[in-house]
């Protein structure tokens, strides 16, 4: 599965994603060729293209300096196109229905300590300080260092 970073770095560079993978498609095809060289881009193009070769198994170095750098692709034995191709991928993707991972944050407001100082922090600080240091002084379950 793709990540979300790569699909939206793909879903902006779509023209470029189209020639990347026909430019992948038949460098595997070509029993000739070792390595290819892509032309020069900007630095956000040129992570992308670094990310998706990752699921190619294609291995990928940057070379010269901006505004002329470049990517060099080299096959290695387990290099293959991924399925689906993140193109194909795209066009059933709905950013609508993509569930996002839900991060559930407890939180225990069981000791009076932590309520009290919950409630004052909207009053002010003095408030809280003085809330805090008596609800410690009394509280015997406190673990506070």
Not at 20 to 41: G, H, T, Y
């Amino acid at each position: 599965e793709y990540s979300p970073e790569l699909i939206t770095q793909a879903l902006q560079n779509k023209k470029e994603l189209m020639k990347l993978e026909r430019k992948w498609i038949a460098f595997l095809q070509s029993n000739v060729d070792a390595s290819i060289s892509l032309r020069p881009m900007d630095r956000q193009l040129r992570i992308f293209v670094h990310t998706y070769s990752d699921y190619w198994n294609l291995q990928t170095q940057s070379y010269d300096l901006e505004p002329k750098r470049y990517i060099h692709c080299t096959k290695l034995r387990d290099t293959r196109a991924p399925h689906p191709l993140l193109s194909t991928y795209l066009r059933s993707y709905n950013p609508n229905t993509y569930k996002a991972p839900i991060i559930i944050v407890k939180t225990n407001y069981a000791t009076s300590a932590t309520a009290t100082t919950k409630e004052c922090a909207t009053n002010n600080t003095e408030q809280v300080t003085k809330n805090n240091t008596n609800s410690t002084t009394n509280n015997p379950n406190n673990n506070s260092i």
